[in-house]
């Protein structure tokens, strides 16, 4: 709840006059001390990540047994701990947990203490009858249990107070749930991202409504309220972006702000995620918080709760990077040596070679080294006409999810490349669809930012103009050619585009064609033509 005027209480403040007045130990009485652990945005990141989503700052941060070891000590300075997530635990995961239908993550969260989560997008990548798999327990329904051990399910709480299956009003997950801390009632709200649906497949998300995240928010805690809950915090599946590179920093902008200050007054920390950004922030009289991604950081904060009233009197968070020099926890890597056999097998088999680090980091105008190389990949794959015969390949940028990075070996010689490797920077399992467009249509979807695109295309943009209509067909060439408006265009895409991902709804398409997985046609490329070098960022040029 809204947090109380300044109390006279010796054990929060030292002012001269309180302790007179106020014995310690009656203070300590007064008040329970709450710790909550946040985190967000983990993305199934069991082993440390490689490249810049492996560091905060010049730290090497991240890696499940890291995490969890963390994770012990923040919760042995407090006993009256709580862990939560802001969402996004798995899907984009790397192939130690992907392969396994994200099982390895969920158990291994569930080791570390994970107690709460809402939903993020990500949790839908494989359908919701899927999520409610991995939150219940039981053998994939298709694959089965491939680490030959029962799935006994997640050991923390999935909540979803804006996620409704139809018909009806019933939450997917429970709206709420409350937690006994201390003699201390504290009240949890689990909010997906509201605009999940254009971000999923749509037929993973059929028979699920996503309602507005500040409706359902307020509604939720006024129940809790009613239940004489005093003290709440909200895991949301939204975030913002900071000005600023200090990890407990603010000066942040995007959605959460508007979220945060419309959310009830009754709430008092929302824990963020999304933008895999952090930040430690003040809107009114809310607490928010992000902790980036893939476990590099874990949010510590301490409640100050008065037992009289349940209020909230004092409150403070700080990120704490999760390093690599203490202990691992021996739990955690028992359960991931359950799994590496089986992986090994797959995952170690060299795929092919590159010259140096292929990076998924664009440049000013918004072209992608590792980007091009894909968009290229997709392009060889899908342009034989018993292929589907496309002249184009576009690529979504937020379909990357990591550096192309490999094993370096000797000096001056290529580094390896694995399945691992590769599967890391497409982990989706998207399918790979050649669709007849227009050439209109091709430059308003260029128009959108979305895509990185292959060899043979160019265009430039203007960003200050609206989103589709940013790129001049007059500078739209194939070949070094224009494109002509009226013309049909055989273009390579994912599924996802092609069914409104990423907001590139309403394209007008036809002849549409399968040709594969994604992962499938990039390994092909890099076992052919290895050692790759990283792309030439030549495609794209950037107006104003």
């Known amino acids: 709840m809204k947090t109380l005027p300044v109390l006279c209480i010796a054990a929060l403040l030292a002012w001269p006059g309180c302790a007179s007045r106020t014995p310690a130990n009656a203070a300590t009485a007064a008040i329970a001390n709450i710790q909550i652990l946040g985190f967000n945005d983990f993305h199934g990141a069991l082993d440390p990540p490689s490249g810049a989503n ?12 890291f995490f969890a070891a ?5 919760k042995a300075e407090n006993p009256n701990t709580i862990v939560v997530s802001a969402g996004d635990n798995i899907g984009a995961s790397p192939l130690l947990s992907g392969m396994f ?8 969260l569930g080791a570390a203490g994970l107690q709460i989560s809402t939903v993020g997008n990500h949790e839908f990548d494989e359908g919701w009858e899927e999520l409610s798999r991995l939150q219940k327990g039981g053998c994939h329904p298709v694959d089965g249990c491939q680490d030959k051990t029962p799935f006994a399910g997640a050991r923390f709480e999935f909540l979803s107070a804006n996620v409704v299956v139809d018909p009806g009003s019933q939450t997917l997950f429970p709206a709420t749930t409350v937690r006994v801390v201390d003699g201390v009632k504290v009240g949890f709200i689990g909010l997906a991202l509201r605009g999940t649906p254009s971000i999923v497949l749509e037929k993973h998300l059929r028979g699920l409504t996503f309602r507005p995240e500040v409706e359902a928010g307020n509604e939720a805690a006024a129940s809790l309220v009613a239940q004489g809950v ?3 915090v909200v895991m ?38 999304h933008t895999h950004r952090s930040y430690v922030c003040t809107f009114g009289t809310k607490l928010v918080t992000s902790a980036e991604t893939a476990g590099s950081l874990i949010t510590d904060i301490d ?21 690599r020099d203490i202990a691992k926890s021996a739990a955690v890597t028992r359960l991931l040596d359950q799994y590496r056999p089986f992986y090994t097998v797959l995952g170690l088999r060299k795929v092919g070679s590159i010259t140096a680090p292929i990076l998924e980091a664009a440049n000013a105008a918004g072209e992608s080294p590792l980007g091009d190389v894909i968009a290229d990949a997709i392009l060889e794959q899908t342009s034989a006409p018993g292929a589907g015969g496309a002249q184009v390949a576009l690529w979504n940028t937020g379909g990357i999810r990591a550096d192309l990075v490999g094993e370096a070996g000797a000096p001056g010689r290529p580094a390896t490349v694995t399945f691992s490797h590769a599967f890391d920077v497409l982990p989706f ?20 930012g979305v895509f990185q695109v292959s060899r043979g295309l160019s265009f430039a943009y203007d960003s200050t103009r609206p989103r589709g209509q940013r790129v001049d067909g007059a500078t739209v060439r194939l070949w070094d050619r224009a494109i002509d408006p009226a013309a049909s265009i055989r273009v390579a895409a994912s599924d996802y585009i092609w069914t409104g991902g990423d907001g590139v709804e309403g394209v007008e398409s036809k002849d549409p064609i399968d040709v594969g997985a994604d992962i ?4 092909a490329y890099l076992e052919k033509h290895s050692p790759v070098a990283p792309g030439p960022q030549d495609r794209i040029t950037r107006r104003k």
Request: proline content about 3%; hydrophobic content about 40%.
């Open 236 to 273: 949301i599946h939204a975030g913002g972006r900071p000005g600023t590179a200090d990890v407990n920093g603010c000066d942040v902008t995007g959605a959460i702000v508007d979220i945060a200050n419309r959310l009830s007054p009754d709430i008092d920390v929302i824990v963020s995620g």
């Open 70 to 74: 963390h994770l012990a000590r923040l």
């Open 303 to 323: 409640l100050s709760i008065d037992r009289a009233t349940g209020d909230v009197v004092s409150k403070r968070a700080r990120n704490v990077i999760v390093t």
């Open 520 to 523: 499938d046609m990039f390994v």
């Open 101 to 108: 239908h994200d099982e390895p993550t969920v158990e291994a």
């Open 429 to 448: 399992g998207n399918r790979v669809e050649v669709r007849t467009i227009t050439g209109a249509t091709l430059i308003g979807m260029l128009g959108t």
């Open 54 to 65: 492996g560091r905060i700052g010049n730290v090497d941060a991240g890696g499940a047994e």
């Open 230 to 232: 005093k003290t709440i």
